[in-house]
């Protein structure tokens, strides 16, 4: 199918972007990379009135580190960020998460911020941004604003930003010396949505875990952070038995549905399974000094 007849706006600066934005409202999509929006545009689920191209503001694409903080562009494309150096370093949960978010031909042209305010509860890069703790800034015609991660997702494919709001970085903390992580995700083929995935990180010392979180895609309406969990990490000896006790406890948390592709009891199964191997795998990562 093709999409529903739309006025095509191509900005040339921010404030241009904005200006689309706000004189158009409900009825203006933003596109960037456009590898979610446009595949729903040609079903006809979503007929915008008006497309705000952004693809040429170079100045919202960038990875850099500042005063404390891993800032990402908005604009920058999932394989800039797959590739780059510094987010190896400083941010190595999303490195790892990155990976499975199509394939790549689809991060040549996926972007950070469209993936993020999609909002695709499945997807990767919203549990992510809510286990590192990130934070979004959001520009309008009115000012600007941060929004973090953990309030920016409503249900899905919905958020917290207003339909006159471009969101323009994500902002990380520098990752803590010594913390391990692990992103792990069961899906029916490699590149397709996932029917469960966690994100998780760990810091333990002298056999005792001193903190972690776990944040799921594909058991809730948005990414799913289970506290209840991560608090009984705190403490505990670190090792299997105490990641199998966590374990059992996120599964009991989360309410997955039941759909064509598998049923909520082998998505809890999956977050079982995978909370303790993420655990594992980010404690081997403590031990060896992350």
């Not at 456009?34 to 990875?63: C, E, F, K, T």
């Not at 899906?187 to 994100?199: E, H, I, K, N």
């Not at 670190?238 to 909520?264: C, N």
Request: aromatic residues 6%; proline residues 5%.
């Amino acid at each position: 199918m093709k999409p529903a007849p739309f006025q095509y706006v191509r900005a040339s600066s921010i404030d241009d972007a904005l200006a689309g934005l706000a004189g158009h409202g409900d009825d203006a999509k933003v596109l960037a990379g456009g590898q979610s929006l446009i595949a729903l545009m040609n079903l006809r689920l979503v007929r915008p009135a008006v497309l705000v191209d952004i693809n040429r503001l170079s100045d919202l694409a960038y990875i850099r580190q500042e005063n404390g903080t891993l800032a990402i562009g908005a604009l920058t494309r999932q394989s800039a960020v797959e590739s780059s150096d510094v987010i190896a370093r400083l941010c190595p949960l999303m490195a790892e998460a990155i990976r499975f978010v199509g394939h790549r031909p689809i991060r040549n042209r996926g972007t950070v911020g469209g993936n993020l305010a999609h909002a695709d509860p499945t997807s990767e890069l919203p549990a992510v941004a809510v286990a590192l703790g990130a934070t979004f800034v959001t520009r309008s015609q009115k000012g600007q604003r941060t929004i973090a991660a953990d309030d920016f997702f409503v249900a899905p494919l919905s958020t917290t930003l207003a339909s006159n709001e471009l969101l323009t970085e994500v902002r990380i903390p520098v990752w803590p010396a010594g913390q391990g992580w692990a992103f792990m995700e069961v899906s029916p083929r490699a590149g397709d949505y996932a029917l469960v995935g966690v994100a998780a990180t760990l810091r333990a010392a002298d056999g005792v875990c001193q903190s972690g979180r776990l944040v799921y895609s594909g058991v809730g309406p948005r990414p799913i952070r289970v506290a209840k969990a991560e608090q009984a990490l705190v403490g505990c000896s670190s090792g299997e038995a105490t990641f199998r006790e966590v374990a059992e406890i996120a599964a009991g948390q989360v309410e997955p549905s039941s759909d064509f592709h598998a049923t909520a009891d082998y998505r809890r199964d999956l977050v079982r399974a995978l909370t303790r191997r993420a655990l594992m795998v980010a404690l081997d990562r403590c031990q060896k000094g992350a």
